[in-house]
């Protein structure tokens, strides 16, 4: 028997919960009260509800007084419904070559949304200013597609967060350009709380940094399911609720939607549980950085690690408690918390990798 | 004062639910305790959880071996699903003037799956073969757009049901045509406790009649949301998961979608609500078609009525108790019940009616 | 042997050009003697040569100082590249069942454009005013695609004319509803040399009734291939070279496109040509108006009849010169006239029709 | 006045065509010649004429009994048109970051044929089969566009020209994996005179090699106007002419475009044209290949050198005979000769690049 295959065998216990992403978790106690307590006689449909007001009220409140919100299902559905709102034919949308929008949409912003991605290299999923500047030679000719948004995603899909000024910069080269800016807020929750942890700090990289539509992701910040597409000025909105409707994204029974919401933004508990999970990857971080064979990326921002393990472990790990891959050719994985792990579960886990991947026994 | 204002100022107390739509009711009980027992710990998101694999069976235990479903979230999507796997470019979709993939899905079919609609004119929103045989003249013909699916709606959007003699009529001229034929069934529990409130009911106006694909309604149905696509035969299927993510149709957090079905498949849970929705407008019909300023259609079939009212009356009435306008110049409204209206809702609504419109006082 | 048998055995000399479409016909001479003109040397691709320069400038004079002329490839092509260039998503186009768009395109304006159409009944494939009045109801419904183009064919399919007047009340109140105007003028020729035959009847019921996007028609005017596309406002054209590359429009050696236009509006050629073709049509409805077995609709305002035949003349009048069927289960065809037939033709064609159909012998 | 004001102020004389672009040439002689003759009566329109059979037939020589032939207007069209007809919801297609389809065609795959482009890096624009492997991991997956098409340029974009084996190498990987292949040959009549000249030649790299269907470039071969797309197995294409409708690519008066196919594939005379222009750009690398100031790339293959220049004289040059830039940062650009293009020219041109360049004086 192997060393290895010895340890494989004498693993401690696993952890309750898994580390695969934060849309494996559940949602959040208090938002499944509030859209049981949705579930209260007739209400009309497709958001004509008290319940879908008060959403929308409680994101205005949150993006300012020229903002206009609209509940969606999904993410994807988010990012669709504001590319294709803010473009015409012809045009391009400017994005990292890591970009959910680019990876992780089978091509929904290409077909529905009918624009052309123009991925750009990034070692963080960040894009930088300069990138959009290098497109400039694109536009005015008819024979290329014309960049007109630029879509950055905060936390970044490699768990880099833009702090507000990088926002700001980015939203004047944009504009200057003649662009308008599209936050992937996916996991702006994230965003939010590794930035301070207040709504002041969320408007400081959003509205206040010049941004002009953001995807405003609450699944996986514990909702079971909704998202909403946020636009920060009301001439962009003109014509939103078509294409919600238009892209598949709205919703019939809207109050047990806005319900989710109206839990989650309450009390500022969509922050708190960011911080949580964010909290979480910070304290697994740390548990697991001295070990030598488990190379990570730079200090966590947010809810993920992206560590280079050894690639006879990493099997025997996932089966012990699953992850996903992240890059096979790199052995690197993807751990990532979410507003449910607990310290139990870091630690279990984090046992579990030095049990397994610990050099000096 | 006049008569009428006499009347409206001693209506008596009105009904508990409103009579605007199914969709304005919430959902079953058992829906939403299954959600809420499916808030445990972590699954693997897009569907790879045991909430979403039983709903699956279900449907499949439903349709038979050969068929495949997926969850997806609301009507408009799953229609817009089911003819973007079907069609490629160049084809076009018979339906009736009165479909809801024509009127109300906001041009969903046409620019998100790419297809021409054929409305064809029907008093009662059905479909007749003549008029797929009528289009015969199109096949072949590079400047037409060639109609490769019929897509008819099972109860129709004004509640007139298809036996399952005449979808199987429609689906051998359509397959003769070399046609597919797909089913819009959002009040597909509506229509089989119409046909006889049974899974053999159900079959034999679907698979056993030669359906193709089916849009099978779960939202009107009694879920807070949810509906399925479901294809028949399995070749048809082999896109069928990369279109869903494309059109924005796959939910991450998935078994709160799942756990829904599991429970509204459960015991013919969905037959007997949909049973009850259609008694409780059969009731309002009988209690109601008596009155000479009451002219209904035929006596309903499932869930909802159209009747024409005297014009005067009709705005205090929807003050008492709502409904929505179906031809305003013809003064025709449409009064339509669901899983939750009561007896008592019934007759309180009808004595509303009877108080206003009576003539013999 | 049969009276017809008979007579169809003793057809006199048939036709020397048939009357099957103008798109039958050839190219006007001078058309293509500029084309071969231009095959002199290099020239920039994608119009940047002198040719296209004066076929834009020639087109800006014709429709005024704040218009803007693009050159397209083909009907369809200039038809789908107005409406891309004016539509956005969620965005629905009112015009006639007969319109082109409609029945011709094999879909190109829903799929390519990504419009819906809302073809209206029309006895002569003209839209009236109170048909543009009759959509208000969808305005402003999320569930409905927005009625935001109106497309009027200039002649209509069915031979129609719409005089300045009329054009001007549908741009009123097309304009008075928030939508545009779109006049297809695949046979504009046509529909000029009926309204006076110059340049300022083609301004009447253009830029100066309000129209806001012309689909100039050429090919069926004499050339070998071409049309453009005429935006009325500067406004309306900003976008519109994104969108003629995107819809594959754009000519690379763009002069050979460019050359034929300078042609065809050298000295009214396009008018003086399609009031030839207008004669042919009057006077082949003179030769046959009388006969009580030829049923044309009203007196000839362009270049087309569409008489009703006896049914078992159709065929061997048609084998012995060719024209379309119109409407087979009417008995109805379609014979037209193009800028190349001559007055022998239609004497011939006369003769033949009734050697063929008179009854008095 | 400084020495290059000095040799831009005696600059010898300049050629009679510039090296901007096979795309600025005119149509070869007989080309003109064929489509002139084809302007004779009537013809039925969309194809149903027989220099439209004429050439589908010629087409069918050069290709083999299981092709199939449509005539389109020009390279977008084409290429749109091919992928449309080969694709569904949910696909994408890989090709290099130098395709056409990707840099010069304004997003028309994406938004008219709904691909999403994966495009690979290449130093000379062609692909490589490891590249398609590469890809391996996005199929199956739901989140993913799925790679249905291989899109290649012969040859491509950077000059290079893919042997016959290279091109069997890539179908048997791209076949293997599930995908079709697409050649892009808006000049593939160059390459097949590079690899030897002959029809057998062409057919080594495309129909012998495994090909599926490709667009035939004509225009930059000598065309006015006009490309082909040839399906090279029969059930590629029975839905290829409603796409060619579809994507505004079907001519009416088709018989002027094939009419010029007729005389472009007679003897031949698509290879001379091209072994001409391709010898042209020898000539020209040899002249210039020594001058230590300009630094080519490899030898030519076909008709086009990407050379780098001392900046401070690219302008003069280019103001004295036309170029255009490939690279600015690189101060690279493009000389480019087509089959017009003459010794003289060529002698011309070389000596005033001497003139400007060479640093001996």
Redesign the interface.
Known sequence: MTMLQDRIATMPPAP???F??D?????L?QV?DA??A?????????GADRWTAEAEARLRDLFGPDSTAFLV?????AN?MAL??LT?????VICTEWAHIH??????P????????LPQPSPDAKLQPAQLEAQA?LLGV?????PTVVSITQSSELGAVYTADEVAELCEVAHRMGMLVHMDGARIANATAALGGSVGALRSFTVEAGVDVISFGA??AGL??GEAVVFLRPELAT?A?????????????MR??AAQFNALLHDDLWIRAAEHANAMTQRLYRLTDELPTVVHLDAPQVNSLFPSLPPAAIEPLREWC?FWDWD?EAHQVRWMT?W?TTADDVERFAAGVRHLLATED
Chains 1, 2, 3, 4 share one sequence.
């Open positions: 309750g919960r898994a695969a992403s849309n494996a978790a559940g949602a106690p499944l859209l049981v949705a579930n209260t006689g007739h209400a009309l449909a497709y299902w999904n993410g994807t559905g669709v294709a709102t015409r034919p012809g045009d391009a990876v992780d949409e089978t091509a929904a290409e077909r529905v949304a009918g624009v052309k991605l030679h008819q024979h290329h597609a014309q699944t996986r079971a399911f014509r609720m078509y294409v919600r409707k238009q892209v598949n994204q709205l919703s019939s029974k047990f939607l699953f096979v979410s449910d």
